[in-house]
């Protein structure tokens, strides 16, 4: 499985504080099943002044550490990006980091209000050629009053990036019920763990993805956290989403067997 959004990396935002908690995490990421993981630290100006020339420096070290301990994790360089006026011409410059050096990149919308005009700016980025994977927009203080921008991002070219942990509750039967909505509405690509310690926010994914099986499929799920993350790294285009129908959703959770449990039981050894 691949996890395109984990804060890491120590000491350069609310992730773990020391290399010791890093490595804790990537243990516990390859138990899960993980074997690819994206280092994207928060990325908001005034508050966390993170840039490719800062974090760069952090995964090579951190790459050191996990061969000299035989964690066998392959980590990729990205960032949680805050939205900002200047957005198009940071990323341009390559000041801001992309997933894997990738067109595709993180998008975090402020969590308490929405900003506005953020359908422009989406429509912007991808009009200069790189392509938003909005985070979390689940856990969003702002979703049921203008859920139709959410809406009107992903019809503008955005990709959909939910919080493993929301799927399963662990955010609240709120994030639960908008994660639902999501997939329900084929709106979701990717799932990740945005995992901030070994406690609280693990980087694990499997229990999520056993959760979109069930609801979805195990094709879908297995594409969530492998096939569109691995085009992503790889700097793919995505095919456009089919959105089901209810009388599809109904006849697939039907139709659905176990080879996605084995799948995960596989990964984890």
């Known amino acids: 499985m691949i996890d395109l959004h984990c804060h890491m990396l120590p000491g350069v935002d609310d992730g773990p504080p020391d290399f010791a908690t890093s490595i804790a995490m990537a243990r516990m990421a390859v138990a899960d099943g993980i074997t690819h993981v994206a280092c994207t630290p928060h990325v908001t100006p005034g508050v966390y002044d993170n840039s490719s020339a800062t974090v760069l420096p952090l995964i090579r070290r951190l790459v050191e550490m996990l061969a000299s301990e035989d964690i066998e994790l392959t980590l990729w360089m990205g960032a949680d990006v805050h939205v900002a006026p200047d957005l198009v011409a940071k990323l341009g410059a390559g000041e801001v980091p992309t997933l894997g050096g990738s067109r595709y990149f993180l998008l975090e919308p402020p969590h308490h209000v929405m900003p506005p005009r953020l359908d422009e700016l ?24 203008h859920y139709e921008v959410i809406e009107a991002m992903v019809d503008n070219g955005a990709l959909i ?8 509750g662990g955010f609240g039967r709120r994030a639960q019920y908008w994660s639902e909505r999501m997939l329900d509405e084929g709106m979701v690509d990717v799932i990740a763990s945005d995992a901030h310690n070994t406690a609280g926010r693990p980087p694990v994914l499997s229990a999520a993805v056993n959760a979109i099986a069930r609801r979805c499929g195990d094709d879908a799920a297995v594409e969530m956290v492998s096939g569109r993350p691995a ?16 009388a599809q959703t109904t006849t697939r959770l039907r139709q659905e067997g176990s080879k996605l449990a084995s799948w995960v039981k596989r990964l984890r050894g």
Do not use: D, K
């Open 122 to 145: 989406v429509s912007a980025l991808i009009a200069a050629g790189f392509v938003p994977l909005v985070t979390h927009p689940e856990r969003l203080g702002w979703i049921e009053s």
């Open 231 to 246: 085009a992503i790294l790889r700097n793919e285009p995505l095919p456009r989403r089919q959105r089901p129908g209810p």
């Open 161 to 168: 990036q939910l919080t493993a942990a929301s799927i399963t």
